[in-house]
């Protein structure tokens, strides 16, 4: 395991995964009863962007760096709460700290709601473990994502969101994790799941596309940004996330909010948005 989150906290990526998240729990925080977060990849939890990881790549600063600027009332209307943790997180304003999302997802949650943050690199698990220690609705467990979500749901409250956002660096990644979606909704049909994704020049995202569009999920949607050119050589070029069971309010913020991230995000005529139903709702 290579992957580090913290060299790429607050990048592009994160930010449309952070965005999209944060409107689901808001979506989710619409009906009393209790629901619970699974973040299957949770990362950290907190990001030093002043630190040595960050400096070293400097992606933060074609992400949540190029967000400093407000946008149109209409679209600051959505990113609200987004926004108000990272404001949260940096009471002296600036921005040094950024979330990841089992914070992100803690920090909009309500006392009554859960999260299992589970995250399998050893010492990214004791961090997370020892930054959530004292929010008794968080439980931190490092399993493999695969066998966390076959162990973990159902969630009792039987409303929930699961994440699933694996670095991708293992050659087979892309078929495991359509296998472990397959394996969750089997198990929670009617959670809400969150696949995030990366474009590049290869038929990744294509091919989970396809295997996602064949699970034949009604109201699951594509939401992808775009911000460069795909080159053979790697790099991201954007990301996307599949969305099943898409809450009914997400198509229409999504389709305001994706022109904005992309004409802020893309370099020059390559920021590119696009929300489109996989499979439409019924
Ligand atoms: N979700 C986080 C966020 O938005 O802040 C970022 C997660 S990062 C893209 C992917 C994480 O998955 C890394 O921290 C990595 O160590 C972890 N990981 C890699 N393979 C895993 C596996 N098989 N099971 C669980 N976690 C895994």
């Known amino acids: 395991m290579n992957y580090r989150h913290a060299y790429h906290a607050g990048n592009h990526a994160d930010v449309l995964k952070h965005v999209v998240l944060a409107r689901v729990i808001e979506h989710m925080k619409k009906k009393a009863k209790p629901f619970r977060v699974f ?13 040595i990881e960050a400096g070293k790549t400097g992606e933060w600063e074609g992400g949540i760096g190029r967000l400093a600027e407000p946008f149109p009332p209409e679209i600051e209307a959505l990113l609200a709460p987004y926004r108000a943790v990272i404001a949260g997180l ?38 997370l473990e020892r930054h959530l220690i004292r929010d008794p609705r968080a439980d931190v467990t490092s399993m493999d994502a695969e066998t966390c979500l076959k162990a973990k749901l159902p969630p009792p409250e039987r409303r929930g969101v699961v994440l699933i956002d694996p670095p991708y660096e293992a050659r087979n990644e892309a078929e495991k994790t ?24 290869d038929a990744t995202a294509e091919n989970i596309l396809a295997s996602v569009k064949a699970m034949g999920v009604p109201a699951t949607l594509r939401v992808e940004l775009r911000v460069r050119e795909a080159f053979a050589a790697g790099g991201l070029a954007g990301s996307g996330l599949a969305i099943l069971n898409t809450p009914w309010t997400m198509e229409e913020d999504m389709r305001l909010l994706l022109p904005a991230l992309a004409g802020r995000l893309g370099l020059g005529e390559w920021g590119q948005g696009t929300v489109e139903w996989i499979v439409p709702p019924v």
């Open 178 to 201: 359509v296998r472990m979606l397959a394996h969750a909704l089997r198990r929670f049909a009617k959670g809400v799941y969150l696949l995030w994704y990366p474009l590049k020049a």
């Open 39 to 51: 973040d299957a990849h949770a990362g950290i939890g907190l990001y030093d962007l002043a630190g």
């Open 90 to 127: 940096n009471p002296g304003g600036g921005l040094r700290f950024y979330p990841g999302s089992p914070e992100l997802a803690l920090r909009l949650m309500r006392e009554e709601d859960r999260l299992i943050a589970n995250e399998l690199h050893p010492e990214d698990a004791v961090a």
